[in-house]
């Protein structure tokens, strides 16, 4: 059983090792970032060349691990989080897992040809300084992808507010409302480092997949685009080739 994180802060990091068991259950706590790593994977480009090194900023337990597969299987898996006990589960998928803060990232300049930042934006108390490793760590002409929730009020009140109470819902207290990010203030962030944003795509569970796992028929639920970005969006993001 998971130890309670009711006596934590909204968004206290320490709710990770909290509930380390959830990780890797289909219908566990963490149910959603199994179908969030899918279709982030989808964003990822085919890799320059066999080897080629991936960062993966918060990589919590190692979700997308699994998605590099088949044209994706030349990337190379570097995560770094600040949770140890999910570091050590990445660790057992495959994942070279180093514990760092994404503000302070152990890395040379330009050292990654892909980095991504799967539902860790809308974390980040110090959000510019992320961003700015994030690019700097970034080689040029490589590729960001990123997921993360939008700075709404539709978005605070149903994936944080409601959300937090459904199932396949974020776990209670993980978020911040104060801290979502909005696209704006992301593109923004990243034009002082160089690195282009391309247009975002909102998210939303496929309904009848999500009812079919509701009903435990199926183990996961295929994210699917939406033209609205007011929730939960993901885009990629182009460092300048000089
Ligand atoms: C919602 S989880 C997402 C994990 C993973 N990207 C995924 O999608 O499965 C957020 C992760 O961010 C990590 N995290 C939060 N703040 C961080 C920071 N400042 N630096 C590095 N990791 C951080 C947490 O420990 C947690 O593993």
Sequence with gaps: MSPRTEHRVRNDPAQYDDLTDQWWRPHGK????????????????????????????????????PHLTGRLAGWVHTGVDLSLLSLRQARTHGVTAVAADAGRLPFADHSFECVVAGEVLEHLPDLPSAVA???RVLAPGGTLVMDTLNNT??????????????????????????LLVSPNVLNELLAQHGVRMHRPTGLRPAAGQYLAWLARRREDVTMLPTRSVSMLYQATATKDAS
């Design 30 to 65: 963490f149910a959603a970032l199994h179908w969030l790593a899918r279709a982030r994977a989808g964003l990822i480009p085919d890799p320059p060349r066999p080897g080629a090194p991936l960062l993966d900023v918060a990589c919590g337990a190692g979700l997308l691990q």
């Design 133 to 135: 490793e994030i690019c």
């Design 153 to 178: 009020w539709l978005c605070r009140l149903a994936l944080v507010r409601i959300a937090e109470h459904l199932p396949g819902g974020p776990p209670a207290g993980v978020h911040d409302p104060a």
